[in-house]
C-alpha cells in the first residue's frame, strides 16, 4: 500500500538528528529516499520527491555517505519533470544527463551494480535525446563492458538497452527494435521486472508507430500499460497514454 508505504519511510526519516551514529543517519537517508521512491513513482509528485532528495543530498554531504543512489533519484526526477514539461533541448535534460552519469560512476566504484545498471540504462536514453549517441560512444560504455557479464541478464540487458537508443539516434529503427526485443527475450517474465519490460516495451511499440506499424505498436503500448498496472507504475502509465496520445 502507498500510503502505508510513505508513513513508514516519513517516520525512519524524520528521526533523523545530527546526534546520531553513523548507521542511524544510513537509515535515516534510506527513509529519505524510500519516500523519494514513494513520491515518485507510487504518486507521480516529481516536485515532492525532488525536495525530499535534496534533504537526502543534505544528510549523505554531512555524513560523507555514499550519495549514488541520490545522484540516480535526482537524474530520474529532472529527466521526469523535462519529459513532463515537454522540454527536451535543454537544461533540465542536461541536469538530468550529468546527475545519471555521476550515479553511473559512483555506484561502480562503490559495486552498486544495481544502481549501475539502472543509472546506465537512463543514461543512455537521455544521450539519445541530447544527442550525444549520434557518432561515437559514450564513455560510459566502456566502463559498463569492463564490469563483466558473468552470466548476468543484467549486463546483456544494459548492452542491447544502449544499442537500441543508438540506432534511434541514427535512425535505425528496424535495429532498434531488434535490440529491444532482445532486450525484452533477457527480461525475467516476473512482478520485480514488470515496470521495466513495461518501458522496453512501450520504447519498442513507439517505434512500431514511427514505421507507420499500427497494429503491432497497438499490440506493445497495450501491453506495456497491462505491465504498468502490474508494476504498480502509474509513472509509466503516463508515459504509455503520452505515446498513445500521440496517435
Known amino acids: 500500500n502507498t500510503d502505508s508505504a510513505m508513513l513508514c519511510y516519513t517516520i525512519v526519516a524524520q528521526r533523523y538528528s545530527r546526534s546520531m551514529s553513523r548507521d542511524e543517519k ?17 504518486y507521480c509528485d516529481y516536485s515532492s520527491a525532488l525536495d525530499d532528495l535534496l534533504s537526502a543530498e543534505e544528510i549523505a554531504r554531512e555524513c560523507n555517505l555514499d550519495a549514488a543512489k541520490i545522484d540516480y533519484g535526482l537524474g530520474c526526477t529532472w529527466a521526469a519533470l523535462a519529459t513532463y514539461n515537454d522540454d527536451r533541448d535543454s537544461t533540465l535534460v542536461v541536469r538530468a544527463l550529468n546527475y545519471m552519469r555521476s550515479a553511473f560512476l559512483k555506484s561502480v566504484k562503490s559495486r552498486d551494480f544495481e544502481t549501475a545498471h539502472n543509472s546506465f540504462d537512463n543514461l543512455s536514453s537521455l544521450a539519445c535525446l541530447h544527442g550525444d549517441l549520434s557518432h561515437d560512444d559514450i564513455e560510459e560504455f566502456e566502463v559498463l563492458k569492463s564490469l563483466g557479464d558473468n552470466g548476468d541478464w543484467r549486463m546483456r540487458a544494459s548492452i542491447h538497452n544502449y544499442q537500441g537508443w543508438r540506432a534511434i539516434a541514427r535512425d535505425s529503427m528496424r535495429s532498434a527494435i531488434d535490440h529491444y526485443t532482445r532486450l525484452l527475450a533477457e527480461i525475467p517474465a516476473d512482478l520485480n521486472q514488470s515496470r521495466y519490460r513495461a518501458m522496453a516495451v512501450m520504447t519498442r511499440g513507439q517505434l512500431y508507430t514511427s514505421l507507420g506499424e499500427y497494429r503491432r505498436a497497438r499490440v506493445d503500448l497495450d501491453s506495456a500499460m497491462a505491465l504498468s498496472f502490474a508494476a504498480g507504475a502509474p509513472d509509466a502509465r503516463i508515459v504509455v497514454l503520452r505515446s498513445l496520445m500521440d496517435w
Open 26 to 42: 544510513q537509515l535515516a537517508l534510506r527513509g529519505w529516499l524510500g519516500r523519494w521512491e514513494t513520491l515518485f513513482y507510487g
